[in-house]
């Protein structure tokens, strides 16, 4: 069975610093991963996606995210974060693409 | 491209009534869809998978005859909530995959549901 585990359930960052959000899954086999952006009272937003092929993916909004098998972590990066960026944050495995499993999310706060 | 709709975002409705919401995938055929459901600061929940023509399949826990769906058409799948109590109140949010990208996953804005 899949699971993925978003450590910490709240995350703050000044404007213009680092973001980092964790996210590790657990799978038999190497998944699909995703993760998505949440604004209060909207649906998920696509940030970026690991399939195949390149390890260190790009996404929108600045966003990007390095899939390591050895550590089953995908976790996500920003080197500069922006007010906007603010938001819930979900991270997402999938084996066959279809029957997506969801982390618990973690809200990201961006201090000015 | 690639976009999903959901109605109504915001439903108010009394307690033992019950109340359909419509998810459509509107420039594109979608085979497969999925419904979810978000409880306030938390996760989404996988309720059920909608194959166009065929019953849904439910997740453990998911009680079918409360949580109905209906997965008509290639662009149209509806889940009606039966008998609506007010723990039904949450934020339902439904999915569907493009044919051509089983990979990929496109969500609607979601259905605010309140049960007074």
């Known amino acids: 069975a899949q699971s993925v585990t978003q450590l910490g359930s709240h995350v703050s960052v000044s404007e213009g610093a680092l973001v980092l959000l964790r996210c590790n899954y657990s799978s038999s086999v190497p998944p699909y991963l995703f993760w998505y952006v949440q604004y209060p009272n909207q649906g998920l937003q696509l940030l970026l996606k690991?399939?195949?092929?390149?390890?260190l993916v790009k996404g929108i909004n600045g966003f990007e995210a390095e899939f390591k098998k050895s550590e089953t972590s995908f976790h996500l990066t920003k080197p500069s974060a922006h007010m906007s960026d603010a938001a819930e944050y979900f991270c997402?495995?999938?084996?066959?693409?279809?029957?997506?499993?969801f982390g618990t999310g973690t809200s990201l706060t961006v201090i000015p | 491209g690639a976009v999903v709709s959901q109605h109504p975002s915001r439903v108010i409705c009394k307690s033992g009534t019950s109340v359909k919401i419509e998810c459509r995938s509107l420039?594109?055929?979608?085979?497969?869809m999925f419904w979810y459901r978000q409880f306030p600061k938390q996760s989404l929940m996988l309720m059920a998978t909608s194959n166009e023509g065929s019953k849904a399949t439910y997740e453990q826990g998911v009680e079918k005859d409360k949580f109905l769906i209906n997965h008509a058409s290639l662009t149209l799948s509806t889940l009606t909530v039966t008998s609506a109590h007010p723990e039904d109140s949450s934020f339902y949010i439904c999915s569907a995959t493009n044919t051509g990208l089983p990979t990929e996953q496109y969500f609607g804005p979601g259905t605010r549901l309140t049960v007074t």
């Open positions: 420039d594109f055929q979608a085979t497969t």
């Open positions: 997402a495995v999938s084996l066959t693409g279809n029957q997506f499993y």
């Open positions: 690991y399939t195949t092929g390149a390890t």
